[in-house]
């Protein structure tokens, strides 16, 4: 009776796990996941059969289905339900709703500026250092993403609110192999040899660069990209925080040498296609065709991960197409700082099952069903890089992995009139003409009447 007993609870749990898994999007056990350490989690995971867990964020389709996919596994593994809601209308609502007590247990933000600011309210509850030396055990660049999730508390004391999860990068430079094979060209390894790799391409007769800063009412902001990761490439991370903050004035000399190294690629007629003069005027998403053109327009474009959906549809990734990281200085011994941004998951409502839902998260298979299905990047070093979707996604999250120093995109965390505004027409002016030290000053006095 016994052994006919056993016999039908092991032949039960397999029809079990066997209809669980039929809602898995990955088969467990199969494919190049991080099935032990999950498997290991699922053991002493909490059972919360009953318990619901609310997510709200700025994900739409396709992207929340991705998302529910990877969440599936927490399921499966605790018996709680996480039903996950998006809008494009997430940081009007999520500050409505945490003001009339109704927030979800996790709020996404795609950038820290509200969190921080919620924080302050008392509306976001600490993840505790045990998250934080997590993160900095076990993301690249760990530091950096701690800092980007510390704010100061309702007492001014900081505390690590956010959880980076789904993140981009913009310090990249796509070109053309095949037009790097035909004139012999390397691809560089310090900025020292990007610029000489520019210098010898004008020497040659072509074109280094493509460069755009169109974008109609938002027309100069892949200027400010440029002049952020030179910031990285020339300061100390320390310098590049004052500087977003205004701890330092926008004209300080170390930040108009920045803008002034900008001006050594785009303000030279000889270095990018259709000259200084063409820069401003140029549409941001026009701008890297001339890679692509018979002959080659230019040879290199700086511009984030996601140019590609600009690119003609014909140009096919490794063969037409290739990037490499925008490099560091030799001589400065700043290590690989790489600019970028990303979504932080930060906890509004705390429960047990959320405690468990954040524990997930540090899971690699919970951003390796993401890396497979989407453009979704981590930092995350235990992942199986194998795991990415296609090799310019590997590329990317090498890229990443690679990083000493990671940096939000510094606009995005400047006010709004600053960062999204007398930043972005200064750029414009500089790529006009105008000195960078008056550009700076006037920038300068913009966020100084801000604070008016």
């Given amino acids: 009776m016994k052994n006919l007993l056993k016999a039908l609870m092991v032949a039960a749990l397999a029809t079990g796990t066997a209809q669980a898994d039929d809602h898995l999007k990955f088969k467990p056990g199969e494919g190049p996941f991080s099935w032990d350490s999950y498997n290991k989690w699922s053991e002493s995971a909490p059972k919360l059969d009953g318990q619901t867990v609310t997510v709200f964020g700025p994900w ?85 993403w701690v800092d ?165 549809e014909d140009v096919e990734f490794g063969v037409d197409t290739n990037f490499f990281y925008f490099p560091s200085y030799a001589d400065k011994d700043l290590g690989n700082p790489v600019l970028g941004g990303g979504t932080l998951m930060a906890v509004t409502k705390p429960s047990d099952a959320t405690t468990a839902l954040m524990e997930f998260f540090k899971l690699p298979l919970a951003h390796e069903v993401l890396m497979a299905q989407t453009g979704f990047l981590t930092p995350h070093k235990g992942v199986q890089t194998e795991a990415y979707k296609d090799q310019t996604q590997r590329n990317l999250g090498d890229v990443l992995l690679g990083a000493t120093t990671f940096r939000f995109d510094g606009s995005d965390l400047m006010p709004g009139g600053v960062g999204a505004g007398t930043f972005w027409t200064g750029m414009v002016d500089y790529s006009g003409g105008k000195e960078a030290t008056t550009v700076a000053a006037e920038i300068q006095k913009s966020w100084a009447d801000l604070k008016k």
Avoid at 104 to 122: E, R, W, Y
Avoid at 241 to 259: C, G, H, L, S, Y
Avoid at 277 to 297: C, E, H, I, N
Avoid at 298 to 308: E, G, L
Wanted: one cysteine or more; aromatic letters at 14%; hydrophobic letters at 40%.
């Fill in 148 to 312: 980007l999730g510390t704010y100061a508390d309702s007492d001014g004391k900081d505390q690590m609110y956010g959880f980076f999860y789904n993140v981009n990068v913009k310090s990249l430079v796509w070109y053309s192999p095949e037009n790097f094979e035909d004139a012999d060209y390397e691809v560089p390894e310090t900025m020292e040899d990007l610029k000489a790799l520019t210098e010898k391409m004008v020497a040659d007769g072509v074109t280094p660069w493509c460069i755009g800063l169109g974008s109609g009412a938002a027309t100069g902001w892949p200027a400010t990209d440029w002049v952020e990761d030179l910031m990285l490439r020339t300061q100390s991370p320390e310098v590049y925080d004052q500087w977003t903050k205004n701890e330092i004035p926008f004209d300080d000399p170390r930040v108009v040498a920045a803008i002034e190294e900008f001006g050594w690629f785009s303000r030279d007629d000889k270095k990018v296609a259709g000259g200084a003069g063409a820069v401003a005027s140029t549409d941001f998403r026009d701008s890297p065709k001339g890679l692509f053109s018979s002959p080659p327009q230019c040879y290199m474009h700086r511009q984030a991960s996601f140019v590609p959906a600009f690119f003609p």
């Fill in 60 to 144: 739409l389709s396709p992207e929340d289905g991705f998302f529910n996919s990877a969440l599936a596994y927490f399921e499966a593994a605790t018996g709680a339900d996480v039903i996950y809601t998006g809008s494009d209308s997430f940081e009007q609502q999520i500050v409505i709703d945490a003001e009339a007590g109704s927030a979800p247990n996790i709020a996404v933000f795609p950038q820290p500026g509200l969190a921080a600011v919620m924080a302050a309210k008392g509306q976001l509850h600490p993840l505790g250092d045990d998250m934080a030396s997590w993160v900095k055990d076990n993301y690249a660049a760990g530091q950096s």
